[in-house]
């Protein structure tokens, strides 16, 4: 890790703390103003002096936190000889990822080097948009290039996820499979899932429009390829590229999405149902804006809002409304769903779904209409088996190929 991006982990533990050490004086107010509300105004002395004596220790104690970590900090500075980034190892790239999806926006905002910048990936750093730079990354480039968008919290190499159990080798993923069969050139995008659903993809419009541009052959047709949160990147790229004109998108022929929430997410829904109702309630105000906290892009899953006039905070009516952003025209679109449950028609499949996206919001409803045939159910899979399962890529081969995949 460099040693600014060290600088930049210790200033976010020391906020963390302090932030932590602010929310469990709040809760200590509210409780102490119930209790001393109830028995004033005999009380008034003592609350005085509680509130008096309560408010130096916490400030003494943010103090000495905010101290030992700008100490650590400059610590890092100074003893750090490493020149890789974070990010340049399965495990920080992961835990990166993570941060990022917890409060990716702040640090992007912020200008932090933890904040991560979408970009083509491959072996674990970032991919230029140059020509020189993709030849080099891809020394055998094909004029068919599948573009993989993972979800929340993963990154590039989510799509590799239990490959070894698969027989396939433990490097198979559908690009490899799709690269083997059918020709396509894959290429693996990391991105800040903290950020808006729409900044993301005015962020992969903007990038594959250079990509494409540069490619060292010309380009016959694109494939998106969207897991989770990534289906709702692409479908918002696609809908800003043909705003703006961009000239990527004349090449998109199929868009699959895999478990992507079209409808939103029943766990954002949940949470925001709770924090609304914490916030209610003096004594857990504090802990609702914990809550509260959690990233723009993890806000968007409500209703999957695809477009900046759809973000929560623009207006209350927009959490409610699913945002009407046509599928993309002269592309083929595909959908796939899962339930924990063998049956997608078990009770607790329909409710659970995946375990985080029920089968109606995967598979679009009235709202985003995909033909009979380009829909596929798993029953017995959840949400990250569809990153990389054999018949979730039979589905894709057949969809994608000339002829049906033989079973």
């Given at each position: 890790?460099?040693?600014?991006?060290?600088?930049?982990?210790?200033?976010?533990?020391?906020?963390?703390?302090?932030?932590?050490?602010?929310?469990?004086?709040?809760?200590?107010?509210?409780?102490?103003?119930?209790?001393?509300?109830?028995?004033?105004?005999?009380?008034?002395?003592?609350?005085?002096?509680?509130?008096?004596?309560?408010?130096?220790?916490?400030?003494?104690?943010?103090?000495?936190?905010?101290?030992?970590?700008?100490?650590?900090?400059?610590?890092?500075?100074?003893?750090?000889?490493?020149?890789?980034?974070?990010?340049?190892?399965?495990?920080?790239?992961?835990?990166?990822?993570?941060?990022?999806?917890?409060i990716g926006d702040e640090l992007a905002a912020q200008g932090s080097p933890l904040a991560i910048t979408m970009a083509i990936r491959a072996t674990r750093t970032d991919v230029s948009p140059r020509?020189?730079?993709?030849?080099?990354?891809?020394?055998?480039?094909?004029?068919?290039?599948?573009?993989?968008?993972?979800?929340?919290?993963?990154?590039?190499?989510?799509?590799?996820?239990?490959?070894?159990?698969?027989?396939?080798?433990?490097?198979?993923?559908?690009?490899?499979?799709?690269?083997?069969?059918?020709?396509?050139?894959?290429?693996?995008?990391?991105?800040?899932?903290?950020?808006?659903?729409?900044?993301?993809?005015?962020?992969?419009?903007?990038?594959?429009?250079?990509?494409?541009?540069?490619?060292?052959?010309?380009?016959?047709?694109?494939?998106?390829?969207?897991?989770?949160?990534?289906?709702?990147?692409?479908?918002?790229?696609?809908?800003?590229?043909?705003?703006?004109?961009?000239?990527?998108?004349?090449?998109?022929?199929?868009?699959?999405?895999?478990?992507?929430?079209?409808?939103?997410?029943?766990?954002?829904?949940?949470?925001?149902?709770?924090?609304?109702?914490?916030?209610?309630?003096?004594?857990?105000?504090?802990?609702?804006?914990?809550?509260?906290?959690?990233?723009?892009?993890?806000?968007?899953?409500?209703?999957?809002?695809?477009?900046?006039?759809?973000?929560?905070?623009?207006?209350?009516?927009?959490?409610?409304?699913?945002?009407?952003?046509?599928?993309?025209?002269?592309?083929?679109?595909?959908?796939?769903?899962?339930?924990?449950?063998?049956?997608?028609?078990?009770?607790?499949?329909?409710?659970?779904?995946?375990?985080?996206?029920?089968?109606?919001?995967?598979?679009?409803?009235?709202?985003?209409?995909?033909?009979?045939?380009?829909?596929?159910?798993?029953?017995?899979?959840?949400?990250?088996?569809?990153?990389?399962?054999?018949?979730?890529y039979r589905a894709m081969r057949e969809w994608l190929g000339a002829t049906p995949v033989p079973i």
């Open positions: 890790m460099r040693p600014d991006e060290r600088r930049a982990v210790g200033r976010l533990a020391t906020q963390t703390a302090s932030d932590g050490i602010t929310h469990i004086e709040q809760v200590h107010r509210a409780i102490a103003a119930r209790a001393f509300t109830l028995t004033a105004p005999v009380s008034l002395p003592a609350r005085v002096l509680h509130d008096g004596i309560a408010s130096s220790v916490y400030a003494t104690i943010r103090g000495v936190v905010r101290v030992a970590g700008m100490t650590a900090s400059e610590l890092a500075r100074v003893t750090t000889t490493s020149p890789r980034r974070a990010g340049s190892t399965a495990a920080s790239n992961l835990a990166l990822a993570v941060l990022n999806a917890t020509r020189d730079a993709l030849a080099a990354a891809f020394p055998d480039p094909t004029p068919k290039v599948a573009v993989f968008l993972h979800g929340l919290g993963e990154t590039e190499e989510s799509w590799r996820l239990h490959a070894d159990r698969h027989g396939e080798g433990a490097e198979s993923t559908y690009g490899s499979l799709l690269a083997t069969d059918l020709g396509y050139t894959p290429l693996y995008l990391r991105y800040n899932t903290g950020l808006h659903i729409s900044e993301n993809g005015w962020h992969l419009s903007c990038l594959l429009e250079e990509v494409i541009g540069a490619w060292p052959t010309p380009v016959s047709e694109i494939l998106l390829v969207g897991h989770s949160m990534g289906g709702l990147v692409a479908r918002s790229a696609c809908h800003q590229a043909q705003t703006n004109g961009h000239v990527w998108i004349n090449g998109v022929r199929h868009v699959v999405y895999l478990g992507t929430p079209h409808l939103g997410a029943p766990l954002e829904q949940w949470v925001r149902h709770l924090s609304r109702v914490l916030g209610g309630i003096n004594e857990a105000r504090a802990l609702a804006s914990v809550l509260d906290r959690r990233s723009a892009g993890v806000k968007d899953l409500h209703a999957g809002a695809l477009l900046d006039s759809d973000w929560p905070e623009n207006a209350d009516r927009a959490e409610r409304r699913v945002p009407h952003v046509p599928l993309l025209p002269g592309a083929k679109h595909y959908a796939v769903s899962a339930t924990i449950t063998n049956r997608r028609g078990n009770p607790i499949g329909r409710l659970v779904g995946d375990l985080l996206v029920p089968p109606a919001s995967a598979r679009g409803g009235a709202s985003v209409s995909f033909p009979v045939h380009h829909k596929r159910h798993f029953g017995g899979l959840h949400h990250f088996d569809l990153l990389n399962h054999p018949d979730v």
